[in-house]
Antibody, heavy 112, light 106 residues
Framework: EVQLVESGGGLVQPGGSLRLSCATS????????MSWVRQAPGKGLEWVAN????????NYADYVKGRFTISRDNATTSLFLQMNSLRVEDSALYYC?????WGQGTLVTVSS | SYELTQPSSVSVSPGQTATITCSGD??????ARWFQQKPGQAPVLVIY???ERPSGIPERFSGSSSGTTVTLTISGAQVEDEADYYC?????????FGGGTKLTVL
C-alpha cells in the first residue's frame, strides 16, 4: 500500500522558515518524480514544485521560485521542501504527491 | 504560461449525468487527469490519460478528450459523488491545475 505522510508544518511569522518532510512507503521511490502541491483554506489546488527521480531536475512555480527548495533522499525514501522568506499568502495545506497518490497534507500558517 | 479553465459549479439530481469540462491549449498535446476531492480529504485520482480509470473507481466515471477540451462524465451521479473536481496537466514538467468545479448532487 502506497503511503505518503507529511510533517513539519506549523505557525511561523512572515519572513520565517519551515522545512516540510514527506515519508513514503509502498512503492519504488527512486523511480518516480515527486511533487508538492498546496491548497489554501477554501481555495483550489496549486502546484508548488517537483523533482525528478534522481534529484537532478527541479521545477518551481513562479510564486515560490527563489524562496523554496525541493529535495529528496532516495536512501530514506523521503521528500523535502525547505521554505524560506515565508509570506502570509503561503499559508496552506501542503500535500506531497507522486501524481496518483497523495498524502493527507501538513498545514502551514504564516501569521504575525 | 498555461491555463486550464473549468466551470465553477455543476448541479445535477441523483441519477442524472454530470458533465464537467476542462479547457486549455496544453490539452491538445498533453494528457489530463481528474481528481475528486471531498471536504477535509486529500484528492483522489478518478481519471488519467484523459480517459483511463484507475482500479477501484466506479464505472460511472469516464473521461473523454476533443482538441483543447477534456470532459469528465459521471453517468448516473450519486449523492456520494458530490465533491470538488480538478483537472490537471503537465506541460514542460510543470503541473497546471484547473480552478476546480464544485459538483452538487441534490
Amino acid at each position: 500500500e502506497v503511503q505518503l505522510v507529511e510533517s513539519g508544518g506549523g505557525l511561523v511569522q512572515p519572513g520565517g522558515s519551515l522545512r516540510l518532510s514527506c515519508a513514503t512507503s509502498g512503492f519504488t521511490f527512486n523511480r518516480y518524480w515527486m511533487s508538492w502541491v498546496r491548497q489554501a483554506p477554501g481555495k483550489g489546488l496549486e502546484w508548488v514544485a517537483n523533482i525528478d527521480e534522481h534529484g537532478s531536475e527541479k521545477n518551481y512555480a513562479d510564486y515560490v521560485k527563489g524562496r523554496f527548495t525541493i529535495s529528496r533522499d532516495n536512501a530514506t525514501t523521503s521528500l523535502f521542501l525547505q521554505m524560506n522568506s515565508l509570506r502570509v499568502e503561503d499559508s496552506a495545506l501542503y500535500y506531497c504527491t507522486l501524481g496518483d497518490y497523495w498524502g493527507q497534507g501538513t498545514l502551514v500558517t504564516v501569521s504575525s | 504560461s498555461y491555463e486550464l479553465t473549468q466551470p465553477s459549479s455543476v448541479s445535477v439530481s441523483p441519477g442524472q449525468t454530470a458533465t464537467i469540462t476542462c479547457s486549455g491549449d496544453v490539452l491538445a498535446k498533453r494528457y489530463a487527469r481528474w481528481f475528486q476531492q471531498k471536504p477535509g480529504q486529500a484528492p483522489v485520482l478518478v481519471i488519467y490519460k484523459d480517459s483511463e480509470r484507475p482500479s477501484g473507481i466506479p464505472e460511472r466515471f469516464s473521461g473523454s478528450s476533443s482538441g483543447t477540451t477534456v470532459t469528465l462524465t459521471i453517468s448516473g451521479a450519486q449523492v456520494e459523488d458530490e465533491a470538488d473536481y480538478y483537472c490537471y496537466s503537465v506541460p514542460d514538467n510543470r503541473w497546471v491545475f484547473g480552478g476546480g468545479t464544485k459538483l452538487t448532487v441534490l
